[in-house]
T-cell receptor, first 114, second 110 residues
Framework: QQQVKQSPQSLIVQKGGISIINCAYE??????FPWYQQFPGKGPALLIA?????SEKKEGRFTISFNKSAKQFSLHIMDSQPGDSATYFC?????????????FGKGTTLSVSS | DTEVTQTPKHLVMGMTNKKSLKCEQH?????MYWYKQKAKKPPELMFV???????INESVPSRFSPECPNSSLLNLHLHALQPEDSALYLC?????????FGQGTRLTVV
């Protein structure tokens, strides 16, 4: 009930291509879905997030698509660049109060080849 | 300003040592967190402080002792750790929705 399932585990994309990472959840109480980007030896950085009242959110080359009925959400990275090579984590939580912990997916290691 | 500052960046300690990790944020966030992250794994929640009170303890061994002296500071006191406790320790803060992580402390127990 508390899990967030993330796929694929690893992804290789050519420069300029589209990277797509998928996540699925079971707990319908989740109402906040962020994506984090993490470079080796660094902390996760908040990349983009969505609430279930919208089906898509775009920030620059990064887009979240959200399907409430399927309980799935995905991250699309357009025009992928070598600098995007990192580990990406999806997460979910209930956003209504301070101190609500994030439930993370297992992560996707993205490599963008030049 | 979305900065969470953690010190030290790296720490090597023996199994009989006592050390502390420090975390500071000045965003006015009222929730602060400690996470542990092993290589190639997601962050794993350890503790949550909400309004300076411990609200979640994820069954963490007593050799890890959190402390929240005020709304901007969070400490993690370490004592008698084991080699398997070697990991990246991450602090985060949030106020409602978005959680922001520090750069972490890379801890090695020898």
């Amino acid at each position: 009930q508390q899990q967030v399932k993330q796929s694929p585990q690893s992804l290789i994309v050519q420069k300029g291509g589209i990277s797509i990472i998928n996540c699925a959840y079971e707990n319908t109480a989740f109402d906040y879905f962020p994506w984090y980007q993490q470079f080796p030896g660094k902390g996760p950085a908040l990349l983009i997030a969505i609430r279930p009242d919208v089906s898509e959110k775009k920030e620059g080359r990064f887009t979240i698509s959200f399907n409430k009925s399927a309980k799935q959400f995905s991250l699309h990275i357009m025009d992928s660049q070598p600098g995007d090579s990192a580990t990406y984590f999806c997460a979910a939580s209930t956003a209504n109060q301070a101190g609500t912990a994030l439930i993370f997916g297992k992560g996707t290691t993205l490599s963008v080849s030049s | 300003d979305t900065e969470v500052t953690q010190t030290p960046k790296h720490l090597v300690m023996g199994m009989t040592n006592k050390k502390s990790l420090k975390c500071e944020q000045h965003m006015g966030h009222r929730a602060m967190y400690w996470y542990k992250q092993k290589a190639k794994k997601p962050p794993e929640l350890m503790f949550v402080y909400s309004y300076e009170k411990l609200s979640i303890n994820e069954s963490v061994p007593s050799r890890f002792s959190p402390e929240c002296p005020n709304s901007s500071l969070l400490n993690l006191h370490l004592h008698a750790l084991q080699p398997e406790d070697s990991a990246l320790y991450l602090c985060a803060s949030s106020h409602g929705i978005s959680a922001f992580f520090g750069q972490g402390t890379r801890l090695t127990v020898v």
